[in-house]
């Protein structure tokens, strides 16, 4: 068995694309519910994974920031401070199991390392929890 029977396909997950204002990212964020989105570049690739916390660094780095650092700074522009390990779409059981103990989701990516979606923490543990 490999990754793909875990996968929730990028449709159905909420990414956040590089090219974004902060703005936007963290409309995205806040209307999603979630508090760490993978992020993806204009081709598709997954670049890591921004968090909550990667927004109040910029701000407290930063310093003075106002309405117009949010509509006009790129979400590339901010340093993220995780970057889940993807694994390949391809990748067997061993390998997701190693990566998903320190992750709440684990990326998957093909082999051009465009992202595809993601496999949860949640739904590994639900598997084992059936067998």
Not at 4 to 11: A, R
Not at 101 to 110: A, E
Request: proline share 3%; net charge negative.
């Amino acid at each position: 068995m490999n990754v793909s029977f875990f996968l929730t396909p990028k449709s159905d997950v909420a990414v956040i694309e590089s090219e974004f204002t902060i703005k936007k990212a963290i409309e995205t964020i806040h209307e999603k519910g979630f508090t760490a989105v993978p992020i993806i570049n204009e081709e598709g690739k997954y670049l890591g994974t921004i968090t909550e916390g990667d927004f109040l660094w910029y701000i407290l780095k930063k310093g003075d920031v106002d309405e117009e650092d949010f509509t006009n700074t790129k979400v590339k522009d901010i340093k993220f401070h995780v970057k889940n390990q993807p694994v390949n779409i391809e990748a067997n059981m061993e390998d997701l199991f190693q990566v998903i103990l320190d992750q709440n989701f684990v990326p998957v990516v093909d082999d051009r390392q465009v992202f595809i979606g993601i496999v949860t923490r949640k739904d590994v543990i639900q598997y084992l929890g059936k067998k």
